[in-house]
Structures are given as structure tokens and as C-alpha cells.
């Protein structure tokens, strides 16, 4: 069974701004410091990454997977899907980008994993929470020090 989290941040930038920096999966590498490598695949009619396959740091080894890519609801919703991957059976996620009062943007990260070998709860739930926390705060880094 996936476990599944949510964590919340605000961001002091429009959420088109926050949605280009996450949309922007090619440059992860430069900011998301697991992630080692990006390989683009496929891109949809407007040129934006679909399938995509990462190298990252993962439970203190390299682990690669392949995501495919939804901008349907774009640019309040960036969502992903796993398509393949070496330690995880999904790795499905969302952020979702909304206008917050006073200005900024209230970011949600929504992330669904499902690895393919048992592990503690207590490690997955620990690893779970640094990867969630690491994104949303790398992110928002990137995005408020890039203007």
C-alpha cells in the first residue's frame, strides 16, 4: 500500500512564478540537491518535459525512475505519475500552486510512494518527511532567489 503525505509552504512570488521554476524540470539538478541527473524523453505540444527519468539520491544510494508529466490543470497544478523505477512501485505527486492573501503563493506538495522492497515504517516515514520538507524548501529558495 502507498503511503502518502502533504506539506504546505508559502512562497513570496505569483503562483505562474513558483509554477515556471517547478515546470522547469530540466534545470532540477541546479537546486534540488538529490537530484543528480535529468533526461528528458518526451515533450508535449507546448514543449514541456513529459516523460522524464532521474537519477537522485534515495535511503543512501542512487536510485533512478521515469515520470510522466500532467500539466492539465496548468499552471495552478503540476502533476506527475511514476512510469518506471528501480526501488519504487509509484512516486505519484502533485504540486498545486494558489494565490494566498496578501500576495504570494500557497504552495501544496502531495506525494504518494510505494517502494518495491519493505522497509521499517519509522525510516520510510523519516525519509518520506525529508523528501517532502527538502522540496518544498528548495524550491521555494529557488524561486525567491531567482526574482
Known amino acids: 500500500m502507498a503511503e502518502q503525505a502533504t506539506e504546505h509552504t508559502s512562497v513570496t512570488?505569483?503562483?505562474?512564478?513558483?509554477?515556471?521554476?517547478?515546470?522547469d524540470i530540466e534545470r532540477y539538478p541546479e537546486w534540488a540537491a538529490d537530484i543528480k541527473e535529468v533526461t528528458v524523453h518526451e515533450r508535449?505540444?507546448?514543449?514541456?518535459?513529459?516523460?522524464?527519468?532521474?537519477?537522485?539520491?534515495?535511503?543512501?544510494?542512487?536510485?533512478?525512475y521515469t515520470l510522466a508529466y500532467d500539466y492539465g490543470e496548468a499552471p495552478r497544478v503540476l502533476a506527475w505519475r511514476l512510469t518506471r523505477g528501480d526501488i519504487t512501485t509509484k512516486l505519484d505527486g502533485t504540486y498545486i500552486f494558489d494565490a494566498a492573501d496578501g500576495g504570494g503563493t500557497d504552495v501544496t506538495y502531495h506525494l504518494e510512494v510505494e517502494l518495491r522492497v519493505p522497509i521499517p515504517g519509522f525510516i520510510k516515514m523519516r525519509a518520506q518527511s525529508r523528501i517532502m520538507a527538502t522540496a518544498l524548501r528548495e524550491l521555494k529558495a529557488r524561486v525567491e532567489s531567482a526574482g
Do not use: K, N
Not at 44 to 64: I, K, M, N, W, Y
Open 13 to 23: 512570488a505569483a503562483p505562474e512564478r513558483c509554477f515556471a521554476v517547478a515546470a
Open 44 to 64: 508535449d505540444e507546448q514543449g514541456r518535459p513529459a516523460l522524464v527519468s532521474f537519477r537522485a539520491a534515495a535511503f543512501g544510494r542512487s536510485t533512478s
